[in-house]
Structures are given as structure tokens and as C-alpha cells.
């Protein structure tokens, strides 16, 4: 046999071996790959389970009846998302009769929603007390527990403010996108908060605005996060501040729960979910009288 033929079968049996050892390789990756697709489902199964308990202990937390407070109706509906939350809201007295407050709050995640409910625990007395004349105090403390374990990138939408029932008047706070809303009874005009502020995260450090409504007998309030606009329809356009507006505006002229109710059942006619990605938070007040009853 010439040399030549010696050095091609050489070859031949040199790239049978390469074939060989790839094909072994091949094979070991795709047992590492399946061993690797098994853990990833494991995960996303442990993920699932750990994301529907964090949904289910959120709605625990949520408040689902408020105190009875004189001169003021409220209704409310929160709605769990499918794949984010961090929704949160209250309603409660302070030690001065006269006064009552208002948190409403949307978060980037459930972990920093968490965050915020320890926050919230570590400042309650002094949400409730007669010394926090104004709502700056209790936001600083707020702010200053979320700020010290905040991550990169997490981020509290957050309203919180202070009712005063002598003189009718709402002084808050507003940090981020929270949607709030003051409706006249008169002229049946809606007007936005003004005073807003972006988002709390682990950098904000600017010096805190302070907003003020004055309220009339049959006013209402509007309070919503952004999980209410975020749904998108069949074209995958979202739903919409404006749409969420009108809404409101062709609510009936009274009642807390009809108002609540029209807004939440036209954003369910919207959706192409059942649920709305993103924990939705729609909170409706309106004041009855003037008539203080201090117990």
C-alpha cells in the first residue's frame, strides 16, 4: 500500500475518533442539560408556590374593613397580580379624634413590600400620635427604615396623608406614581394632587413637599396605583390613565361603592386576564357631612 493511501486511512481514522469523543461529549451534555432542565423546573415550581404563598399573605395584610369614622364613606378593592404585587393600604384613627390617616402604597416586588410593612410596624406610633402635625414626620421615619435594606432597583410608590376633620382638609405626601384624585361635588370636576415626588428608592434624598384639599360636603376622593392603568387589552395597549379618568367621571353622582365599582368592573371589561399583572389597588372616599363627633 503507497503512503499515501497509509496517511487517508490515518485521517479517516483520526476523524472517526474526533466523531467518536464529540459524539461522547454531545452525549454528556445532554445529560447535563436534562439534569439542569429538571433543577430549573424544581425552581420555577418553588418559585411559583413561594410567589402564590407571598400573594396569599398579602392579601392577609391588606385591611379588608376600616374604622368607623364620622363624616366619611370609603370603599375599597384590591386585586392580587399574576405575576407582580406589593400593593398596600390603610385607613386609621389617630390619638387626636379630629384626625385620621391615609397610606397607599405600590412597590416593585413582594420583598420590598415586606420592607415596607416592618417599616410601617417600627413607625406605627408615630403615625397615630398627637404629635405629628403634619404627615413630613412619620414619611422621613418611613423612609429612613426602607432606605437602610432597600436593594438597587427596588423602588415604593407611596401616598400618605392626614385628615383633618375640623377643618375639612387633607395635608399629604406623594411619592411616585400613585393616582390621586379630588372630585368636587359641585362642578363634578376631577383634580389631580399636585404635590408629587418620585419614587422612594435607596437614593432619594430630596427635601419633602407637603400637599394640601380642601374637601366640601360630597367631595370624593380617588385613590388608585398603577396596576388600575397598566392592564392591556386585546391589542396589548394598556388601559390607560385617560380611559381610567373617564371612568371616573361617568361614575353615578353618589356612592362610594357604586363609584368603586364602575371604575374596577370597566377596567375588568378591558383586560384580557382574569388578573391583572401587577397588584391593582382602587380606594374611594367621599365625605358626608360636617357633623364632628369627638368620642
Known sequence: ????????????????????????????????LGFANEKLEVMVRRLKKELHLAQKIQRHLIPTEFPSIPGFEFSSKYIAGLKEGGDYFDIFPHEDKSKFGVIVASCSGYMVSALLLSSLLKVSSLLETKRNPDPTQAAKAIMSELQADMEPGQTVDLLYGIF?????????????????????????????????????????DQSLEVGQASLSPRDRLVFATKGAYLVQGQSHEEYGKARLLRSIVSAPAKGVHELRNKICFEIDSYSINKRPNRDMTVVVAEVKDRVIKLA
Do not use: W
Not at 7 to 23: C, H, S, T, V, Y
Not at 171 to 193: M, R
Open 164 to 204: 383633618d376633620r375640623k377643618k375639612f382638609e387633607l395635608n399629604y405626601v406623594c411619592f411616585g406614581d400613585v393616582i390621586a384624585l379630588h372630585q368636587c361635588s359641585a362642578t363634578k370636576d376631577l383634580v389631580p394632587f399636585e404635590k408629587k415626588m418620585p419614587a422612594i428608592t435607596r437614593q432619594f
Open 1 to 32: 500500500m503507497s503512503e499515501s493511501n497509509e496517511g487517508l486511512l490515518a485521517k479517516i481514522a483520526d476523524l472517526e475518533q474526533q466523531l467518536i469523543d464529540r459524539e461522547a461529549e454531545l452525549s454528556l451534555f445532554r445529560q447535563e
